[in-house]
């Protein structure tokens, strides 16, 4: 019987709505992947899944009050990346993405589109990358934060073109996809999951794909490594967090949710249209998660003590 503590007396596990945690503001990627993952998740656990948009410091606001929540099963975290870009970025990080958590399993992989607003001036992957030589940093160059995927992916093109533009912070990639629809800036790289629509409908200017290959649901935008950027990659991967101490019954329960909503037609149907690619049985697990997780903090921790980017 799945009852422990105090839930004990009101019935078995979940016996009221979950709080999923985005770091992000809503409407942008990391809510839609949430949002359609709890509608899914829901229908498994007979229990809403509120999404709870906890917006700052790149997504470290969200991590930190997931570490420090009660851990009763009814608070979790979707988190990208991030969760393990922060320990390089952050000098004084709150908490230990390695240790300070429990974890349910990984959910999708989605590409990054580096575009450019409606009316830049500058055409193509070789026009945009001699525009932005020409131009450094009068080029305003929009992302959600130290510690975003957005950020990570224009600290990598910053990096490898050898020029620095004006970056302009905002609390999530919605906002930031509104200044460049807007034109208050210039450049934005974002997930498939929130530029698709704003491709298709020819809103923004799209230079390519941060994946090492093109993708199916953007078959004519070159990869940027093509473009010219050697070796350039960036792919987003999803994991699912509670805070340590969740009751393992409780990490059971949410992962089986999870895993049905992976092979949900509502969800990955979704996913497929946003350009997500739903992951392999092995990663949703919570061993899958964190094996993975450790890699990540491995590598982006090397690539950002190289380029030497953090805040105090
Ligand atoms: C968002 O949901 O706004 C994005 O994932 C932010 C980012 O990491 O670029």
Not at 8 to 14: C, D, L
Not at 17 to 25: E, K, T
Not at 39 to 47: C, E, F, N
Not at 208 to 232: C, M, N, S, W, Y
């Amino acid at each position: 019987c799945l009852t422990w503590g105090s839930a004990s007396a009101q019935g078995a596990y979940p016996n009221h709505p979950i709080s999923l945690v985005v770091p992000f503001a809503a409407g942008g990627p990391t809510d839609v992947v949430a949002r359609s993952l709890g509608a899914s998740m829901a229908k498994t656990l007979g229990q809403s899944i509120i999404i709870e948009n906890r917006t700052g410091a790149g997504g470290t606001l969200a991590s930190q009050h997931v570490a420090r929540a009660a851990p009763d099963g009814y608070t979790f975290l979707i988190h990208h990346n991030g969760m393990a870009t922060a320990p390089a970025l952050y000098r004084k990080l709150s908490f230990n993405p390695l240790t300070d958590f429990a974890y349910v399993g990984q959910v999708a992989d989605v590409p990054m589109t580096l575009l450019g607003r409606k009316d830049l001036p500058a055409d193509g992957m070789a026009g945009f990358i001699k525009y932005a030589r020409e131009n450094g940093n009068k080029i305003n160059l929009a992302n959600a934060g130290l510690g975003a995927v957005s950020q990570l992916c224009g600290m990598l093109l910053q990096e490898s073109l050898g020029v620095q533009f004006t970056t302009v912070p905002y609390a999530g990639t919605a906002p930031a996809m509104t200044a460049l629809l807007g034109g208050q800036v210039d450049v934005l790289c974002d997930q498939t999951t929130q530029t698709i629509p704003q491709i298709k409908a020819q809103r923004v200017k799209l230079y390519g794909v941060t994946t090492l290959d093109r993708i199916k649901t953007l078959p004519d935008a070159p990869t940027l490594q093509e473009g010219g950027l050697k070796g350039f990659e960036v792919k987003v991967w999803h994991g699912v967090y509670a805070p340590k101490g969740t009751p393992p019954e409780a990490i059971d329960k949410f992962n089986a949710a999870l895993r049905a909503a992976l092979k949900d037609p509502a969800f990955s149907q979704k996913m497929a249209e946003l350009g997500a690619e739903i992951v392999p049985e092995a990663k949703q697990t919570p061993e899958g998660l964190q094996t993975w997780l450790q890699s990540e903090v491995d590598k982006w921790g090397t690539v950002i003590r190289k380029v030497g980017v953090y805040a105090d």
